[in-house]
């Protein structure tokens, strides 16, 4: 049974999401204490977050970034916060989706689902590889995680399925649409922004190890790895 962890500070919607993913069979946890939400996430050990943006103390963007620091569970931020930028943040902070309120409970459960199968079920087989190497970077995609040289970061899993993608096809061009449907089971809700965002987050993780110029893209097509990239200073 998989475990899912709200965080959000209105009694009345976490009561209807709770009850409306009960209904499905999954685990639900609701943080009590909005000041120790990482805390509380340690001692869950949940398989995916539902993530407000307009908490008390700190925002949702911050708990973001602290659970990532410790974990690449599936985060899906849940917010009354429509705009763009807004969007673009909950991803650059290391959220896996959005979705806006006044949200279709359908609409949360095909993100839940998709999200769920993508990283633990059905699809998780076929998008998962132990060690994948490409021009001197190692990806261990079971860990989420990256090496050039003695450098080594942590990736999210969007960034993990991203780049495991792009170093599948070496240096040949992978279309935005292949590269939605790695990322997403279900695209109909997903906003193409947002893979952009996704590349951009990429993009700055490699340049953490030293590599600047490495994804390129490619104009009305998609993007590819490029054969050299240049060492950032």
Known sequence: MYKIMIVEDDAKLTNILRN???RYGYNVSVVTDLKQIKTEFVELEPHLVLLDINLPYYDGFYWCRQIRTISNVPIIFISARVGEMDQVMAIENGGDDYVTKPFSLDVVMAKVKGVLRRVYGEYAGSSIRELREWNGLYLDTAKGQVDSGEKRVFLSKNETLLLDALMQ???SIVSREELLETLWDDTHFVDDNTLTVNVTRLR??????GIQNAIETCRGQGYRLIDEWGCAK
């Open 204 to 209: 700055k993780r490699l340049e953490e190890l």
């Open 169 to 171: 096809r070496g240096g």
């Open 20 to 22: 409306y993913l009960e």
